[in-house]
């Protein structure tokens, strides 16, 4: 670790200290008040999206003002776009006018190119002293060495007097609520798999959120939304790098995120609801974008694959009806009709009528061959003769009957287990 290094996180930390002795503060005040855990973590959390609701609601305005100028600043791109043979200079020179210019609709507009950005950025400081806030509420120290070596709970940044810094010395540095340890995580070591569903549980629910809260920007403004599909698949990624996340950090940070959506959804649909520039920013980004091709081409695929079903059983829905029985070709010109299961009188396939015809190929090659006499009766050899052969069977294969009844005879096989000899 250089010099400077060491600088900077002394600095770092003498000017964030202050936010981490406030923050202990209404977590030991909340605490004092109702002496849950898991309830102070909440109501310290309500209270700093309350203080943070001015920064919140200036963002999300930018943002879609910034929406409502994406046109603008597309065609300002292309214009002062670089073209192949350009010189540096002269790409410097493009550059710089399309700064210019991109700043003067800024300006014009009164929008902030990173004010969308600022609630998302403001939300990583929190998370980061409350963090450490929760975390220095467990915080040992060991006196002594070897075997005279005793350790002791020591909360950080909670004043000793407090009810909080008492309890949690009482408890051994476990922050008990509903049941479990907010001071515990799924990693942490000899905790059983029934005792981690409740962490698991605490998890899965942060994610959840998190794509309800997407899911309500997006509805806000489906046309805008389908016209940026790169935006929808970055949204649908963010919760889940925010899963490594969860996994990681004490169940405490988790109940601040979980308890930070919901407060986030219910403030976005207030916004949404009373806030007349937001209300007239969305207006007039749905009727700018309503007449976009492209926006007209995402709507169109999305209904077809709602009509279809959607997912790849939807798409294999056609071209299963087309193979089906019910599908019909026209036959090419000049080409017989392929017979059908339907043809049959028995309703049975063509290997049935093929088997079937053959069989009475033979039994009428067998009557033809056969000496006349009655019906269905074998011929006996005459009187006195010395033949006590047995008439030939009727021929198994059709083929082997000719067309006037003469019997053509079968080729003779080699015997079986001898070879047969090529001729040179």
Not at 44 to 67: H, Y
Not at 181 to 200: C, E, F, M, Q, R
Not at 318 to 338: F, H, I, R, Y
Request: glycine share 8%; net charge positive; hydrophobic share 40%.
């Amino acid at each position: 670790m250089t010099l400077s290094s060491v600088i900077f996180a002394s600095t770092l930390g003498k000017v964030v200290h202050p936010f981490f002795i406030a923050f202990a503060w209404l977590l030991a005040e909340f605490y004092a008040v109702i002496p849950n855990y898991a309830i102070a973590i909440a109501l310290l959390t309500i209270t700093v999206m309350i203080v943070a609701f001015p920064i919140t609601r200036r963002g999300t305005r930018s943002m879609m003002r910034m929406q409502i100028l994406a046109p603008d600043l597309k065609v300002i791109q292309n214009k002062y776009k670089a073209k192949p043979g350009m010189s540096t200079a002269e790409r410097q020179e493009q550059r710089q006018k399309l700064n210019e210019e991109m700043m003067a609709l800024y300006k014009e507009n009164g929008v902030s190119p990173t004010g969308g950005c600022l609630p998302m950025f403001l939300q990583f400081p929190i998370f980061i002293i409350l963090y450490d806030t929760i975390r220095g509420l467990t915080h040992e120290v060991t006196t002594g060495k070897g075997a005279h070596a005793v350790t002791k709970v020591q909360p950080l940044y909670v004043s000793h007097a407090s009810k909080l810094y008492e309890s949690i010395v009482h408890h051994a540095g476990q922050l008990p609520a509903f049941g479990i340890n907010l001071a515990d995580s799924v990693k942490t070591h000899g905790l059983s798999w029934p005792a981690k569903i409740p962490y698991i549980a605490m998890i899965l629910i942060a994610v959840a959120l998190q794509y309800v809260q997407m899911k309500q920007l997006s509805g806000r403004n489906p046309t805008a939304a389908q016209a940026n599909p790169q935006m929808q698949q970055m949204q649908k990624v963010m919760p889940l790098i925010f899963l490594v996340i969860y996994i990681a950090i004490p169940a405490g940070v988790n109940v601040y995120f979980v308890v930070s959506s919901l407060f986030r959804i219910g403030q976005q649909e207030f916004m949404y609801r009373h806030d007349p520039q937001l209300r007239a920013s969305i207006e007039k980004l749905r009727e700018r974008t309503k007449n976009d091709p492209k926006v007209a081409a995402a709507r169109a695929l999305a209904n077809q694959r709602k009509a279809q079903g959607g997912g790849l059983l939807g798409r294999l829905r056609p071209a299963a009806a087309a193979l089906g029985p019910g599908s019909t070709e026209t036959p090419e010109k000049g080409a017989k009709p392929a017979a059908s299961s339907s043809s049959s009188p028995t309703g049975k396939g063509n290997r049935q009528d093929s088997t079937r015809s053959a069989g009475d190929a033979q039994r009428n090659a067998a009557r033809r061959s056969a000496p006349p006499g009655k019906p269905g009766s074998t011929a006996k050899p005459a009187a006195g003769s010395s033949s006590t052969k047995k008439p030939p069977a009727p021929a198994k294969d059709a083929a082997a009957v000719g067309r006037n009844g003469v019997r053509v005879p079968a080729p003779q096989r080699p015997a079986q287990g001898k070879r047969q000899r090529r001729p040179r």
